[in-house]
Antibody, heavy 120, light 108 residues
Framework: QITLKESGPTLVKPTQTLTLTCTFS??????????VGWIRQPPGKALEWLAL???????RYSPSLKSRLTITKDTSKNQVVLTMTNMDPVDTATYYC????????????WGQGTLVTVSS | EIVLTQSPGTLSLSPGERATLSCRAS???????LAWYQQKPGQAPRLLIY???SRATGIPDRFSGSGSGTDFTLTISRLEPEDFAVYYC?????????FGQGTKVEIK
């Protein structure tokens, strides 16, 4: 079955760079159409779509955060990495990664999420 | 970027009642690429509806979606105790995806 799990620091300081890793199983990012995305949710607030990478290395970013985000994949390790630069306390959120089976399909499997707090 | 506006912000209903949630897009959603998710406290979102009206695997038939273009609706025909949660719409038809701000369905 498909599973995803996020990992990374729970606490980062303002101005630092956040690096999060999504490790997955049950599918391959070398399979045509497959994608993995990142979504975040500040405490008590709504979901915010951040980025998405497809099997063919097609990358999409939220326009409002594009300058700060980089998404990459390591197919051999079954991992997707998201980096976010210049972290600020407003970036405190639970960060989720999620799977999409193809272009024109939504996120059907989600990780459990990881809470990242930005504080000095 | 397509902005999704959900209404109402909170819906107070009793078990057994019908819930109607709205999602309005700032521009037409391509090919009805509109999904609905349910989220309970401390949990990741769960996909309910995709393609505006198709139920995801294992989703009870009391959940239904409708709409096209810029106006979409999620209907829960008879609320069960486990349906009280926050619901989000999401469009995935443009190169950059977006979520609505959510509707909380609470017990009256």
């Amino acid at each position: 079955q498909i599973t995803l799990k996020e990992s990374g620091p729970t606490l980062v300081k303002p101005t630092q760079t956040l690096t999060l890793t999504c490790t997955f199983s049950g599918f391959s990012l070398s399979t045509s159409g497959v994608g993995v995305g990142w979504i975040r949710q500040p405490p008590g607030k709504a979901l915010e779509w951040l980025a998405l990478i497809y099997w063919n290395d097609d990358k999409r970013y939220s326009p409002s955060l594009k300058s700060r985000l980089t998404i990459t994949k390591d197919t051999s390790k079954n991992q997707v990495v998201l980096t976010m630069t210049n972290m600020d306390p407003v970036d405190t959120a639970t960060y989720y990664c999620a799977h999409t089976v193809d272009y024109g399909e939504p996120f059907d499997y989600w990780g459990q999420g990881t809470l990242v707090t930005v504080s000095s | 970027e397509i902005v999704l506006t959900q209404s109402p912000g909170t819906l107070s209903l009793s078990p057994g009642e019908r819930a109607t949630l709205s999602c309005r897009a700032s521009q037409s959603v391509s090919s009805s690429y509109l999904a609905w998710y349910q989220q309970k406290p401390g949990q990741a979102p769960r996909l309910l509806i995709y393609g505006a009206s198709s139920r995801a695997t294992g989703i009870p038939d009391r959940f239904s979606g409708s709409g096209s273009g810029t106006d979409f609706t999620l209907t829960i025909s008879r609320l069960e105790p486990e349906d009280f949660a926050v619901y989000y719409c999401q469009q995935y038809g443009s190169p950059t995806w977006t979520f609505g701000q959510g509707t909380k369905v609470e017990i009256k």
